[in-house]
Each structure stands twice: as C-alpha cells, then as structure tokens.
C-alpha cells in the first residue's frame, strides 16, 4: 500500500470555518505570583493594618500561591536497592578496598600518643619490638544499609568492613593473623548553601564503637597469644581514626561521583523524531529512604533551539509510592503530551483512493450517490481524498486510560484534475492510546479511531448532513491516517535510566497525572566490594 505524503503544514488560516469545532488544548493555570501581585494590588493598608504587616501578609500570599502551583514535570525516585547498588560500584571504581589493604596500622600505633604517661610508651615501644610487620591481608566491604535518618530529611548510610590482619613475629614461624570487624558510617542529606544549587552530599563519616570487633583467629603458645592481645589492643582505639582519615574520604568521593552520574543519566536526550526532550535537575529531596530527583524539561527542535519550557507542570504531579520496586520515573502528563505531539506533526496525505483503497472508493462513491447522483457519476478512477492533520494531536490521561485527540480536515475531489473539492469536513477523532515497552524503550500504539464529531465547512454538492458519511469516513481515517501515524510512533522512546540503574526491561502505567516507568525485570546486585 502507498500514500502520496505532503509536508505538514498548519491550515488554521486556509479553514476559519474549523475555528468553529472543539478546541482539544488544555488551558494554563495561572502562575502564583501573578495572582498574588494582583491580589495585592487590589488591596490597601487598613487602619488597624500598618505598612509593615501589609507587606508581610502579601509576601506570604504570594510564598504561598507560588507553592501551591509550582509542581516538577518528572520525579526520579531512587530507592535504597539503587541506591546501595551505585554506591558500591562507586566504591569498587574508587579503590576503596585497596585503601583498607593499605592502612597504615603498624605506623599509626607507632605514633599513637602514650597519654603523657612514660611507661605506657616504654610498654608498646617493648611490645612493637617483636612486631616485624603489621598490615592488612583481605578486605571486604559488605552489604550496605541505607536508612532513613533520625532527622526525615536524611538518609543514613552503613557501611559494614571486613578485614583480616596479621603481623609477623620472630616468636613464630607462621603469620599471626586476627580478624577486624567494624562500620562506617555517613549522612545524607541536601546541601542548601548559597554558594550553589541545593545538591545532596555525604557527610559525618565515621565509625560505629558498638560494631568494632578485633579477634584473633588462631591460638598459638601463651606468649603469641598475649603478644597478639597486646596488638590487638593497640588497633582499638587507632582503627577507627584509620578509617576516618584514610576510607572516609573514599566514600565521600564516591557518593559524589554516583550523584554526579545520576544528574548526568537525568539529563540524556530523548530523540522524537526531529526533536528532542531533555530534562534538568530543579531539586533533589530525601523522603523515607528514597531519593527523589525534582525534573524540568525542555523540547527542543532540531537545531538545538528550546520551543517549550516545562519548568512548572500546570496540575499537582502525585508521586506514587515505590512499594517493592527500586525505582520510578514519574513524567506528567503535559510533557508526554508535548512528546506525542512532536512526533505527530501537522501533515497532509493524499490518496488515489480507487488505486490504494478500491472497495472503499466504491462505498464511498455509494454513500455520495445517496446525497448528490450527479456528484456521484462525476468520481473517476483518479478520485483522490486528502486528509490533513490540523495542528498537533492533544494527549489525555486517566488512571489506567489514555487517549488522543486530533482535528483533521478532509477532502475529496472527483479526479486528479478538479481544482476544487465536491466538499470538505472537518472532523474530532479521538483514538485510544496504549502504551507497551519493549526493552528499555518506550512504545505508543493507536488502538481504532472513532470521528466523535463531523462537520460540514464548505460543499460543492448542496448541504447535507455529513453524519450520513461518519461510518466511510471514520474508514477512510483508520486505513490511511492511523497506520502511518502508529508507523511514526513504532520507533519507541529510548529510556536510558533503566538500563543505566542496572535493568534490562521497562515497564509503564498511567495515573491520571501522566506515566510511571518502573523495572520490569530484577538485577542481582553485587553486594560486596571485595580484593
């Protein structure tokens, strides 16, 4: 089957008429701002209200007003199956069990202060001289914990480590080897300093005393033995400020390169056709023990120039709960809105109806016969139909629903030859929209097309009612407009955040609010940093 495709084009101009039928758009809400300047502009001091109290009651409505209607286009929240995951590559990527294989143990007991006290200095001076060396053998950084904090706004990170030590002794041919049990721990919380954008960042590392343990793992005679009681007490108080100095760092490092990654991953380009969606970090926030990334989003053409902010969604965007799931990526419902839309652009398609659709050329010269006989005879072999696509097609969500509205002008002319038309209608079709992923993209389908509502602009044949034409019309649509546009939208939409966090396959709903991309398959997450 071919078509005789046209460029797109807006036809708002050539079709006044149309004016007339259902506008689709949604209608923007007033910003806050805007509302409370005018408010209180309106407004006078009163006698028992000075100045003062004036401005502080409109500076309030307007803090007001603003936060009531500002709302992110898109939420990425990332819960602690994530978020545990990325920091332990982080930490693999940083090295951080070789940092624990290097600390200096030998070195720090050598310069540990003795409290002032010269014996105690003379007994570990006595006591190191048996110790040729003292180092770390194994290292394991173990499964990572994150908590919500005491304070909401925080998250609190565990991270359990695992070592084996050993020294050597002339008192013993064999290493003396003890194990090294103990945690570090940090806070998450968001920056808000004025030197820059409010960020999250990795803070108060330090170790657990409750989770420090230091056992010896072999018995040897009674001198080793105590010799390593010796040692092992000399690691208690140096261990933690080992891992304070030397691992805390670390850790900071790699939170702030797995954050750094996640507003990178944010803001990969989503391709739509020609065009392009972005999104930019607004905010992040700590709820529970999620992280929760505020989105703005822009679409820009194919120059690169942006041709609509969504900085603000026009409705409250509602942030489902993760429940099981690591993730969820929340877009509202003017974003997707504006993405099918790009990828439906205004377009005219013309079609040799008795060479592409010849049975329905045939009910369609009967169904005009039923109106006009000699408009009917005049329909030849080259009779041609023209649809054009008016403006873009809106995009509507429900819990669980979504459909897709569209205007669209039709024409029919006898043959290729006639300069004008028999007549031209303007029709709403609405179509229901599905959508499926497939991998970690993200595909829409139009399922059928129904025209809701038909109506006659102009008529070379007499007047007549067009709804005597809906049932070869609605025809018409579904066999020549609906599988091009289903051909557009069969590339799908790339979803880089799944296979970024770890998932090979996507998942969608809708809410009446818009979509929620979630991981349709688990990973098996690595959950130790070992050397």
Request: glycine share 6%; proline share 5%.
């Amino acid at each position: 089957m071919t078509f005789t495709v046209q460029g797109g084009r807006t036809i708002r101009k050539r079709y006044k008429e149309f004016g007339e039928l259902t506008s689709f758009g949604l209608g923007a809400s007033a910003g806050g701002h805007g509302l409370a300047s005018s408010t209180c502009s309106s407004l006078t001091p009163g006698k028992m209200a000075g100045p003062w109290t004036f401005t502080l009651l409109c500076g309030l409505l307007a803090t007001t007003l603003i936060q009531a209607t500002l709302s992110p286009t898109a939420v990425l929240i990332l819960g602690p199956k994530v978020i545990k995951e990325k920091l332990t590559q982080e930490l693999k990527d940083h090295n951080a069990t070789s940092i624990l294989q290097q600390l200096p143990l030998l070195g720090t007991i050598q310069e540990q202060p003795a409290g002032g006290i010269p014996v105690l200095g003379s007994v570990v001076n006595t006591i190191l001289k048996y110790v040729i060396w003292l180092k770390v053998t194994t290292a394991n950084i173990l499964q990572l914990q994150v908590k919500p904090s005491a304070n909401d706004k925080e998250l609190l990170v565990k991270i359990p480590l695992d070592m084996v030590a050993g020294f050597n002794t002339p008192l013993v041919k064999t290493i003396v080897e003890f194990h090294m049990e103990t945690e570090a721990q940090a806070i998450v919380r968001m920056d808000t300093s004025a030197s820059g954008p409010t960020r999250l960042v990795l803070s108060d590392c330090a170790t657990s005393d409750e989770s420090l343990r230091v056992q010896l793992l072999h018995k040897f005679s009674f001198l080793v033995n105590a010799l390593a009681k010796e040692v092992m007490n000399l690691l208690v108080p140096a261990l933690p400020n080992l891992v304070k100095n030397q691992l805390c760092p670390v850790i900071k490092a790699s939170f702030n390169g797995m954050y750094a990654d996640l507003l990178q991953l944010v803001k990969v380009p989503i391709s739509l056709s020609t065009d392009r969606l972005e999104f930019d970090l607004l905010s992040p926030a700590i709820k529970g023990d999620t992280i929760q990334l505020y989105l703005g989003a822009k679409l820009l053409d194919s120059q690169g120039k942006v041709t609509k902010w969504f900085n603000n969604s026009a409705a409250s965007l509602a942030v489902p709960s993760l429940d099981n799931a690591p993730f969820s990526f929340i877009v509202s419902q003017d974003v997707v809105k504006a993405a099918v839309a790009a990828m439906l652009p205004p377009e005219e398609f013309i079609v040799l109806l008795d060479s592409v659709l010849p049975e329905i050329a045939r009910r369609l010269k009967s169904s005009i016969g039923l109106i006009n006989e000699k408009a009917a005879d005049k329909l030849g072999s080259t009779q041609i139909v023209k649809i054009l696509t008016q403006d873009t097609p809106e995009f509507f969500t429900d819990q669980g629903h979504a459909r897709v509205a569209q205007l669209i002008v039709l024409e029919v002319f006898a043959s290729s030859e006639a300069l004008r038309p028999l007549f031209t209608l303007g029709i709403e079709a609405s179509s229901e929209a599905q959508f499926y992923t497939k991998g970690d993209e993200l595909i829409l389908n139009l399922n059928n097309i129904s025209s809701d509502r038909i109506q006659l602009m102009n008529s070379g044949i007499g007047w007549f009612q067009p709804d005597v034409l809906k049932n070869i019309i609605t025809e018409i649509i579904l066999s020549v407009l609906l599988p091009n546009q289903n051909g557009k939208l069969r590339s799908g939409l790339p979803v880089s955040v799944v296979k970024a966090l770890g998932f090979e396959a996507a998942e969608s709903s809708l809410t009446k609010d818009g979509l929620v991309l979630t991981p349709a398959s688990l990973w098996k997450p690595s959950s130790t940093v070992s050397q």
